[in-house]
């Protein structure tokens, strides 16, 4: 199957910091997806996001499926930032990172 | 749209009983899957269907856990008999293609 890195494992900002998350992958794939889990442990579907870039609100992500590679941009992080941060390949399934955990101090 | 329904939210049952899990995936989606997340291993793939047909289920860990849909708006996961090591937070989502994905809120499972 697909293998599916993302770094780094564990952060910590500042309220109002800006972070870049990454998510390597070993593949060709079709699409990419970024995923976040807040403390209550409910997955939300941040992005599906094949190739460039897209934007909402704070986020951006952008997806360069020649290198493999997709970044998550969080600017002017806030506290309901907090969970963990998982991207995912489609391949039929969907082959999950093991996240990043992120946590945002007042 | 309600979104992916779970039931149970949660589920506490003593070892040996058998527990069933509920899911109602977004009208119109063709593909269904079964997650589990644990500490220890993450989010894993169970089992997945495709237009009501389970395509893969290499992710089932055991005999003991079977999972059916009878058509396009249910499906069931069953663990029986429950070991305490089966205490999770199941979750099921669903997909139109390899399209955005979205998942249900998810069964926390306890056995004792």
């Known amino acids: 199957g697909i293998q599916v890195e993302q770094s780094p494992p564990d952060l910590i900002l500042q309220e109002g910091a800006n972070s870049t998350l990454r998510c390597n992958f070993s593949d060709s794939v079709n699409n990419l997806q970024w995923f976040h889990q807040n403390p209550w442990g409910q997955l939300i579907n941040l992005f599906y996001?094949?190739?460039g870039t897209k934007q909402n609100g704070r986020l951006s992500a952008t997806t360069v499926a020649t290198e493999r590679y997709s970044l998550l941009y969080i600017s002017s992080s806030q506290t309901t930032d907090s969970g963990v941060y998982f991207c995912?390949?489609?391949?039929?399934?969907?082959?999950f990172g093991s996240g990043t955990k992120l946590n945002v101090k007042p | 749209d309600a979104g992916v329904i779970q039931s149970p939210r949660h589920e506490v049952t003593e070892m040996g009983q058998e527990v069933t899990l509920r899911c109602k995936p977004i009208s119109g989606h063709d593909y269904l899957f079964w997650y589990r997340q644990t500490m220890m291993r993450g989010l894993e793939l169970l089992i997945y269907f495709n237009n009501n047909v389970p395509i893969d289920d290499s992710g089932m860990p055991e005999d003991r856990f079977s999972a059916k849909m009878p058509n396009a708006s249910f499906s069931t996961l069953k663990i029986q008999p429950s070991e305490p090591r089966d205490s999770a937070v199941y979750f099921c989502?669903?997909?139109?293609?390899?399209?955005?994905?979205?998942f249900g809120q998810g069964t926390r499972l306890t056995v004792v």
């Open positions: 989502a669903s997909s139109k293609g390899t399209t955005r994905a979205f």
């Open positions: 996001i094949p190739s």
């Open positions: 995912a390949v489609p391949d039929y399934k969907f082959y």
